[in-house]
């Protein structure tokens, strides 16, 4: 294979055009360094050396991404090639989907100016994250003069059968074994074969097996004295009996060789074998000269001689031939080596030292030894190989966190690497019952450490995944638990990520929002401090959220100081939040189709990026925007779509797409399954204690239950609606009392009602205070004070009118009409009348009719 490739490399190198050239190769070993060959095409384009300070390094890249790619996506894609290749300055981790788009943006760009020939290597050692990038890298690119160029052994079809079947003018080579004639032409060519017998000649090629390897092993053999040996049954046998005619000094230094990789470096062997200079030089012209390997061309670490195998089995048979407590010993010098000359970056070389310090522990305890300081080390690179994982592939993160967990060599060490699987078991697994587990002990042993600001993030980790199983109660209680224990603490990351996912707790329920108010700006005011952009970004969006109710232009300011720092950084999944909470907010401000726009631009930048599942939650919220708009038949036409690409991720946003469905059908005349639907979606949602569910839900409940008789079911929804009391309930009361007001009055809660509207009449969003005075308006009316009952309602429905919301606007013209009609001006009447019964044609709301 590899020679197949250099042959290719050459008949490029003699064309007269420019034909860029990147290659990397796959590592056999370690979790969360699959990656290890883009990360190397990155770092030659970059001219990034491995050991390089952190700061050069992201010099380089920064000025790379600049020269290639340019402009506004320049950002996001500098931090997309920052986790991959290690350099990422926060720990917040990018959708999977988000990083694979900065990659082929970047790779894209470097075919603007001339061809680009990709040459991936050692294919059958990729995990699936960058097998699934590569099978999608022609497809995304079919246009562009790439050329992708990858080698693997052939079991990769056995254990990934999909592999390259989806790929857009894909062409498999396969290296079928030589025929007997090439074999016994190439054997002869390599090696004087004039002396052997007919038999023993076909028994040598034979043993070859089509294999051009053990013919230049069994050749090498010969010519290094072995000639008279059997030829062995397999290429391993054969490589064995060269390494054995080897002496003692030259094989010890390649074993020790095999330790550090596929790729060596000589000061590393001078290190772990405490070898002069001479020794080290002799050793390496030996092995040059019977090509067992040989020197790197353009080496990968600043300052070091590199070598590599020549061939992966000789590293596999050298490596296996070392004692245990040799192999342990060597793995501990290499890892003591490789970080000391990583010291500036150690995050860069997590993931070898992982393995090397994980390798010589583990060999130290089968032979009975204790070495807590292995024990150490082995942890601290585990955790720190999570940590670059978490970035860019989260199921390699989960492995290294419960490797980490299930080895850590004290109880601090295991209750940081809980918390932190316990967040990746909630954010990327949806492993809800594993993540309350984890982070369940996690608490208890923080409790016992007495580290009272980490024992709080547990508790709030906790309540998120209580909070999404359908379990508000218990997310409460650790709520309020977490804020106890922080009251007194001094201002950390801790404090401040547990402070922000307690506010974000309450601001979400609305059940405490002057709380949630304090909550989040203890934490915005932290962050400011302590936290990296992320945290900051993330800390303004929980402050928009929280805040909103009471001061909605504040609220507005936080929200666009956060997108502006995610912007600037390149953060698109926060980007993506705020936009999204943003929208929740200024729906009640600016309308339905100004925050349109907004919504609109996080899903075409989720899509750019892509990152699936934001873009799918953003288009369950563009519903919304259409409902109000009355762009029904429009939401009617995706929402199937969303239902089934939703159906295996979230039950909320299934719950949420069939809430829109089934009201919108419920209006068009549906009365036999759209009312179950709802009350369905409603219980879940009082489950939850999600208060931007279950108000709605509740409201559509009630004037299904009663538009299809059921009184008695509509009176205990109404029942279960009003007990739910403050600001953040009434509002939701408010924007929803135009499917609701008329069931409501006639079920006998005009005083209830009246109460919580008049709570909203105020309000900081406008069309919330505008609604609210609609149903305050119908309220008097239908009490018999038809003149202030007809003020209200036209004050009302000019910031309806104003703000485009067509379907309550429309909704509230009928009350208007008959309010005009109490006052004696049926012309007016019938005209109201006319424009809301043209709007109600228009979108088929045959009930409305």
């Known amino acids: 294979k590899s020679r197949l490739v250099a042959e290719f490399g050459n008949v490029l190198d003699d064309r007269p055009d420019v034909v860029m050239w990147r290659q990397g190769r796959c590592l056999p070993y370690g979790e969360g360094i699959a990656y290890n060959a883009l990360s190397e095409v990155v770092k030659a384009q970059a001219g990034i050396l491995q050991a390089e300070s952190p700061t050069a390094a992201r010099a380089k890249l920064h000025d790379t991404v600049e020269n290639v790619v340019g402009g506004d996506e320049a950002p996001w894609v500098c931090r997309a090639l920052e986790a991959l290749t290690g350099l990422e300055e926060d720990e917040v981790a990018l959708q999977p989907e988000e990083a694979a788009a900065g990659w082929r943006r970047f ?62 003018n894909a062409i498999d080579v396969g290296l079928a074994p030589l025929g007997e004639d090439d074999i016994a032409g190439l054997l002869d060519e390599l090696v004087d074969t004039s002396g052997l017998s007919t038999e023993r000649h076909s028994e040598l090629v034979a043993r070859c097996g089509g294999n051009p390897l053990y013919a230049i092993e069994y050749a090498s053999l010969v010519r290094e004295g072995g000639g008279e040996l059997a030829p062995p049954d397999s290429v391993q046998a054969l490589i064995a009996a060269r390494l054995d ?44 000269s019977r090509e067992l390997a040989w020197p790197v061309r353009m080496p990968s670490m600043h300052g070091q001689t590199e070598f590599m195998f020549r061939h992966v089995l000789v590293r596999d048979v050298a490596y296996g031939q070392i004692p245990r407590a040799d192999r342990a010993r060597l793995h501990e010098n290499v890892a003591r080596w490789m970080e000391a000359l990583s010291v500036e970056n150690l995050a860069e070389t997590a993931a070898q030292l992982a393995h090397h310090y994980s390798t010589a522990h583990e060999l130290r305890k089968h032979l009975g030894e204790e070495r807590p300081d292995l024990a150490e080390q082995a942890f601290r690179f585990t955790t720190l190989a999570a940590e670059q994982a978490a970035n860019l592939d989260g199921r390699a993160a989960l492995v290294l966190y419960q490797q980490a967990a299930d080895t850590a060599p004290g109880k601090r060490s295991r209750a940081d690497a809980l918390v932190a699987l316990a967040r990746i078991q909630h954010d990327v697994a949806g492993s809800l019952e ?60 801790s404090a401040a990520q547990a402070l922000q996912m307690a506010a974000t707790g309450w601001a979400v329920e609305g059940s405490d929002p002057d709380r949630a108010i304090e909550l989040a700006l203890r934490s915005l005011a932290m962050a400011r401090q302590v936290g990296s952009p992320s945290d900051l970004a993330m800390a303004l969006r929980v402050s928009g959220d929280a805040i909103s109710i009471r001061d909605a232009e504040r609220a507005r300011g936080f929200y ?27 729906i009640w401000l600016d309308g339905p189709l100004v925050t349109l726009d907004l919504i609109e631009g996080g899903i075409k930048l989720a899509g750019q990026r892509n990152i699936d599942n934001a873009e799918l939650f953003l288009s369950v919220t563009r519903m919304e925007n259409l409902l109000w708009l009355g762009r029904w038949n429009e939401a009617l036409d995706e929402v199937e779509a969303l239902i089934d690409r939703a159906a295996n991720r979230s039950t909320m946003i299934v719950d949420m797409l069939q809430t829109w469905r089934a009201l919108m059908q419920l209006m068009m005349g549906n009365v036999d399954e759209a009312p179950d639907a709802l009350i369905d979606t409603q219980s879940r949602a009082v489950e939850v204690k999600d208060m931007q569910a279950v108000m709605p839900t509740t409201s559509f409940a009630i004037a299904a ?34 499917i609701s007001a008329d069931s409501l009055f006639e079920l006998g809660y005009s005083e209830e009602l009246e109460a919580s509207l008049g709570a909203a009449e105020n309000a900081q969003h406008r069309v919330t205070a505008a609604m609210a005075r609609v149903g305050l308006g119908l309220i008097d009316l239908r009490r018999g004070d038809a003149e202030r009952g007809l003020d209200r309602i036209q004050t009302g429905r000019g910031v309806l009118a104003a703000t485009d919301f067509r379907l309550t606007d429309n909704a509230a013209r009928i009350w208007e009409a008959e309010a005009l009609w109490a006052t004696g001006d049926k012309d007016g009447a019938r005209a109201a009348l006319a424009e809301a019964r043209e709007f109600f044609e228009e979108i088929g709301a045959r009930l409305y009719l």
């Open 107 to 168: 790779i894209g760009a470097l075919t603007d100016d001339s061809p680009l020939v990709l040459v991936i290597e050692d294919l059958h050692w990729a995990d699936d994250g960058l097998l699934a990038f590569l099978n999608e890298l022609p497809n995304w690119g079919f246009d562009l003069p790439l050329f992708l160029v990858c080698t693997a052994r052939p079991e990769i079809y056995s254990e990934r059968p999909e592999w390259a079947a989806t790929t857009r």
């Open 245 to 288: 005619l080897l002496d003692s000094d030259t094989r010890l230094f390649l074993q020790a060789a095999s330790v550090v990789g596929r790729v060596f470096w000589s000061q590393a062997l001078m290190y772990m074998l405490s070898l002069e200079p001479d020794a080290t030089d002799s050793a390496i012209r030996e092995l040059r």
């Open 434 to 493: 594993l993540s309350i587990e984890n982070s369940t002990e996690a608490a208890q042993l923080f409790e016992e450490l007495g580290d009272l600001a980490n024992q709080a993030l547990a508790l709030t980790q906790r309540s998120r995944s209580f909070w999404l199983s359908n379990d508000g109660s218990r997310a409460d209680t650790d709520r309020k638990r977490a804020v106890v224990l922080i009251e007194d603490l001094p201002v950390s990351k």
């Open 560 to 586: 666009d100081e956060g997108l502006e720092i995610a912007a600037e950084n390149g953060l698109t999944r926060e980007e993506i939040y705020i936009r999204n909470n943003m929208h929740g907010h200024l």
């Open 705 to 738: 239950s009663y538009l299809t008789g059921d009184r008695a079911g509509a009176t205990a929804l109404a029942d279960q609606l009003f007990t739910y009391e403050g600001p953040v309930a009434a509002a939701f009361l408010a924007v929803n009392i135009w």
